[in-house]
């Protein structure tokens, strides 16, 4: 099994910046692309980012030139900065680890991101 703890949500005005970290901890041997997802109100689970374990990055459009990925392999952590946040950012969200072989998908328990106008 593996484990995946958020951390870093919280309360910011629009304009204003986050980072969001994500420890994964168990059985990670097998583990590759880990990314971030989020649900924000009215809509479905969607996702923001992903980066593989040789560093490939992808984006969501509405992200993009906002938001970086990086991850620390030594450290199994991948963390999100999100810059120039917008209220249509509101909402939790959720790192998420597959496995390279089996395609297992893992996930944490969200963490709750708020952006006022």
């Known amino acids: 099994q593996v484990q995946l703890v958020e951390s870093g949500g919280g309360l910011v005005q629009a304009g204003g910046s986050l980072r969001l970290s994500c420890v994964a901890s168990g059985n990670i041997v097998g583990i590759g692309i880990m990314g971030w997802y989020r649900h924000t109100p009215g809509k479905r689970r969607e996702l923001v980012a992903t980066i593989t374990k040789d560093f490939t990055i992808d984006y969501t459009d509405s992200v993009k030139s906002r938001f970086t990925i990086s991850r620390d392999n030594a450290k199994n952590t991948v963390y999100l900065l999100m810059n120039s946040l917008k209220p249509d950012d509101t909402g939790v969200y959720y790192c998420?680890?597959?496995?390279?072989?089996?395609?297992?998908?893992?996930w944490g328990q969200g963490t709750q991101v708020t952006i006022s106008s």
């Open positions: 998420n680890a597959q496995h390279r072989t089996f395609g297992w998908n893992y």
